[in-house]
T-cell receptor
Framework: GNSVTQMEGPVTLSEEAFLTINCTYT??????LFWYVQYPGEGLQLLLK?????DKGSNKGFEATYRKETTSFHLEKGSVQVSDSAVYFC????????????FGQGTELSVKP | GAGVSQTPSNKVTEKGKYVELRCDPI?????LYWYRQSLGQGPEFLIY????????DSGLPNDRFFAVRPEGSVSTLKIQRTERGDSAVYLC?????????????FGAGSRLTVL
């Protein structure tokens, strides 16, 4: 079946550290890939997306590259801030699924000053 | 509206009671989705609507769960004979059309606690 696996959290970093959150997927066909973020007390928000292999999604200093050969979509940021503390969800959707998203379990990030 | 609105934001009920959760999507969005998020887990798909009809209800866990969208806008998720295991945050999302290329906009969720 179709699924998403993320590295387990919580991840704790100091401000300005480099961030990587791993995400791998299993899918029949060619999915679109997403990272959503959930800040404390807020709803899920789209962070970035990529719709085909080798595409790079980017937003707010975060990047992720759609790697078909390794079925991965790892999230990176060169220098995290305290305000990046949140839960990050990797997700996929298939073209024939009506936009239905399949989520990973989420990775909690805590950035300390 | 400007965003996806969900009510109530919090609902506490007793085991065996009936519960309704409401979702008001972004105006003009034809697709509406319901998800359930248990503590420490990612959102789990329940059902989605294209217009008034349920296009995919494969995620509904059993026949105690039912959702409607009678006029193609507001949707209500209905849970009968609630159980403690139904405790979770129920998320609603909408998109312009049900396409993998379109981004889902989520509401803040309705937190259901079954005692």
């Amino acid at each position: 079946g179709n699924s998403v696996t993320q590295m387990e959290g919580p991840v704790t970093l100091s401000e300005e550290a480099f961030l990587t959150i791993n995400c791998t997927y299993t899918a029949t066909g060619y999915p679109s890939l997403f990272w959503y973020v959930q800040y404390p007390g807020e709803g899920l928000q789209l962070l970035l997306k990529a719709t085909k292999a080798d595409d790079k999604g980017s937003n707010k200093g975060f990047e992720a590259t759609y790697r078909k050969e390794t079925t991965s979509f790892h999230l990176e940021k060169g220098s995290v801030q305290v305000s990046d503390s949140a839960v990050y969800f990797c997700a996929l959707t298939l073209y024939n699924q009506g936009g239905k998203l399949i989520f990973g379990q989420g990775t909690e990030l805590s950035v300390k000053p | 509206g400007a965003g996806v609105s969900q009510t109530p934001s919090n609902k506490v009920t007793e085991k065996g009671k009936y519960v309704e959760l409401r979702c008001d999507p972004i105006s003009g969005h034809t697709a509406l989705y319901w998800y359930r998020q248990s503590l420490g887990q990612g959102p789990e798909f329940l059902i989605y609507f294209q217009g008034t009809g349920a296009a995919d209800d494969s995620g509904l866990p059993n026949d105690r769960f039912f959702a409607v969208r009678p006029e193609g806008s507001v949707s209500t998720l209905k849970i009968q004979r609630t159980e403690r295991g139904d405790s979770a945050v129920y998320l609603c999302a909408s998109s312009l059309v049900p396409s993998g290329a379109n981004v889902l906009t989520f509401g803040a969720g309705s937190r259901l606690t079954v005692l």
